[in-house]
């Protein structure tokens, strides 16, 4: 009686390759018999090869995959880089059903061999604005430029389906599952900047096509350093004083910016609008992208009001670009103000007979006065040398240097922060009262009174 052919071993099959072979070790009892093979993947019969006639004992039998059991194969595991079937071997003498045999098997596709393939993409600039200075959209200037990339449709190979289109650049990457145009906005870099596409099939299988693009560096014209004051602080007279640069747009080794205009207007703080604009740009001094101004008489503005300045700076970008500067010349203080009854130091308004704006120094050591401030909780006691009084308005943290965790005053005397004296008063009654000194870098005790 005919036994069965047994299955010992199936390799690894690489589908994917362009002639595909089954390599399955079998045991065969008799060289008269005749077997067929199937491949089930997922329950589902994929192929079967028939009519294949071994000789008789153990041995590796390598087994062509024909083209449309290939194909087959493929389609069943369009979505799977790799699948384990199952493959049987049934054993016939000659029409007579003898037995199967059969094992799990691996087959498996290949990144080399499966994997998309795309040409390549488009890309450019789409603001008109800048096009506009570069006369290229394929030059890009940065952080105003937008880049839009429309990958080529790429091509699946064995079966298998296009899932997505991602683009990259500058740290932001946006996908499709079509060849679409993608917009990626702006550049923030400059230089040479890489854009990659890359498709990805249904597999998981990727291929990236990579580009470099040219990112002009661009920044806002700008101010370095401004002086815009009263003379002295006090006077009717302007000053107007500053530097500063613009970027330039180098394009085979020529500069294609410049600035258009630089304007300023002004109003009283308390009115609602600027006045007309005023162009100092042939004022200006250049120095290639440098410029500077400046003039001790730009005009007299009225010592007791404040005003707000604006000043507008444009270059070859002005459509997309333009630098917005504010300021404020405040009312002018003069040192000394006379007022009836009154005389203010740094101070126009003066409320009392003498009223001080700043410190008041007497025989070179300062007055102690009222710190309008109180304690914060992070501050330590032991920091406190400057002279002054200080409040303490919540309980104080521990750890802070308190003689007691109360509200209170602080009273600070101090020749130098090597001789100082702290006075502490609680709020509260009792009304306690502790003291304590400072010689060189030691604190003494707290000491209740």
Same mark, same amino acid.
């Given at each position: %009686?005919?036994?069965?052919? $047994?299955?010992? #071993?199936?390799?690894?099959? @690489?589908?994917?390759?362009?002639? !595909?072979? $089954?390599? $399955?070790?079998?045991?065969?009892?008799?060289?008269?018999?005749?077997?067929?093979?199937?491949?089930?993947?997922?329950?589902?019969? /994929?192929?079967?090869?028939?009519?294949?006639?071994?000789?008789?004992?153990?041995? +590796?039998?390598?087994? !062509?995959?024909?083209?449309?059991?290939?194909?087959?194969?493929?389609?069943?595991?369009?979505?799977?880089?790799?699948? &384990?079937?199952?493959?049987?071997?049934?054993? @016939?003498?000659?029409?007579?059903?003898?037995?199967?045999?059969?094992?799990?098997?691996?087959?498996?596709?290949?990144?080399?061999?499966?994997?998309?393939?795309?040409?390549?993409?488009?890309?450019?600039? *789409?603001?008109?604005? &800048?096009?506009?200075?570069?006369?290229?959209?394929?030059?890009?200037?940065?952080?105003?430029?937008?880049?839009?990339?429309?990958?080529?449709?790429?091509?699946? #190979?064995?079966?298998?389906?296009?899932?997505?289109?991602?683009?990259?650049?500058?740290?932001?990457?946006?996908?499709? *599952?079509?060849?679409?145009?993608?917009?990626?906005?702006? =550049?923030?870099?400059?230089?040479?900047?890489?854009?990659?596409?890359?498709?990805?099939?249904?597999?998981?299988?990727?291929?990236?096509?990579?580009? &470099?693009?040219?990112?002009?560096?661009?920044?806002?014209?700008?101010?370095?350093?401004?002086?815009?004051?009263?003379?002295?602080? =006090?006077?009717?007279?302007?000053?107007?004083?500053?530097?500063?640069?613009?970027?330039? /747009?180098?394009?085979?080794?020529?500069?294609?910016?410049?600035?258009?205009?630089?304007? @300023?207007?002004?109003? #009283?703080?308390?009115?609602?609008?600027?006045? +007309?604009?005023?162009? /100092?740009?042939?004022?200006?001094?250049?120095?290639?992208?440098?410029?500077?101004?400046?003039?001790?008489?730009?005009?007299?503005?009225?010592?007791?009001?404040?005003?707000?300045?604006?000043?507008?700076? #444009?270059?070859? %970008?002005?459509?997309?670009?333009?630098?917005?500067?504010?300021?404020?010349?405040?009312?002018?203080?003069?040192?000394?103000?006379?007022?009836?009854?009154?005389?203010?130091?740094? +101070?126009?308004?003066?409320?009392?007979?003498?009223?001080?704006?700043?410190?008041?120094?007497?025989?070179?050591?300062?007055? %102690?006065?009222?710190?309008?401030?109180? $304690?914060?909780?992070?501050?330590?006691?032991?920091?406190?040398?400057?002279?002054?009084?200080?409040?303490?308005?919540?309980?104080?943290?521990?750890?802070?240097?308190?003689?007691?965790?109360?509200?209170? %005053?602080?009273?600070?005397?101090?020749?130098?922060?090597?001789?100082?004296?702290?006075?502490?008063?609680?709020?509260?009654?009792?009304?306690?009262?502790?003291?304590?000194?400072?010689?060189?870098?030691?604190?003494?005790?707290?000491?209740?009174?």
């Amino acid at each position: %009686m005919a036994k069965t052919t $047994v299955v010992n #071993r199936i390799d690894t099959i @690489y589908i994917d390759t362009e002639n !595909p072979t $089954v390599s $399955v070790n079998t045991t065969v009892n008799d060289a008269g018999l005749k077997h067929s093979i199937t491949i089930t993947i997922r329950g589902i019969p /994929i192929t079967g090869i028939s009519g294949l006639a071994w000789n008789k004992g153990t041995a +590796n039998r390598i087994i !062509p995959i024909p083209t449309d059991s290939r194909t087959g194969i493929l389609k069943a595991m369009y979505e799977d880089k790799s699948v &384990t079937a199952k493959l049987t071997v049934t054993t @016939y003498k000659g029409s007579t059903y003898v037995g199967i045999s059969e094992r799990n098997c691996q087959i498996t596709t290949t990144s080399h061999s499966s994997r998309p393939v795309i040409n390549g993409f488009i890309y450019l600039d *789409t603001n008109l604005k &800048t096009t506009a200075v570069t006369g290229n959209s394929k030059l890009f200037i940065q952080n105003y430029s937008n880049l839009k990339v429309t990958p080529l449709t790429a091509r699946p #190979r064995n079966e298998s389906k296009i899932t997505s289109y991602t683009v990259s650049c500058n740290g932001v990457s946006k996908s499709s *599952t079509t060849a679409k145009e993608l917009n990626l906005g702006t =550049i923030t870099k400059s230089g040479d900047v890489v854009v990659m596409v890359t498709v990805t099939d249904s597999r998981g299988y990727t291929t990236s096509v990579k580009k &470099t693009i040219t990112v002009i560096a661009y920044n806002s014209p700008n101010l370095s350093t401004i002086t815009l004051r009263r003379t002295n602080e =006090i006077e009717s007279e302007i000053q107007l004083i500053f530097n500063g640069s613009y970027s330039p /747009i180098t394009i085979d080794g020529v500069n294609h910016n410049q600035l258009l205009s630089f304007r @300023y207007q002004y109003k #009283r703080t308390s009115d609602a609008n600027y006045g +007309n604009f005023v162009d /100092i740009l042939s004022n200006l001094k250049m120095n290639g992208t440098s410029y500077s101004y400046s003039n001790l008489q730009l005009m007299e503005l009225d010592v007791n009001m404040s005003y707000s300045f604006h000043i507008e700076i #444009r270059d070859v %970008m002005e459509k997309s670009v333009i630098t917005d500067l504010y300021f404020t010349i405040p009312q002018g203080t003069p040192l000394v103000a006379l007022r009836k009854q009154k005389v203010g130091i740094n +101070n126009p308004n003066p409320q009392s007979a003498l009223d001080v704006t700043g410190e008041i120094h007497m025989n070179g050591f300062p007055v %102690m006065g009222i710190i309008q401030t109180s $304690v914060e909780d992070d501050v330590s006691l032991n920091s406190l040398t400057t002279q002054g009084i200080y409040f303490r308005r919540r309980v104080p943290q521990e750890n802070m240097n308190y003689p007691a965790l109360v509200f209170g %005053m602080l009273e600070v005397f101090s020749c130098s922060t090597n001789l100082v004296t702290q006075r502490y008063t609680a709020r509260d009654s009792p009304f306690d009262v502790y003291i304590r000194s400072k010689v060189n870098s030691s604190w003494s005790k707290w000491v209740k009174k």
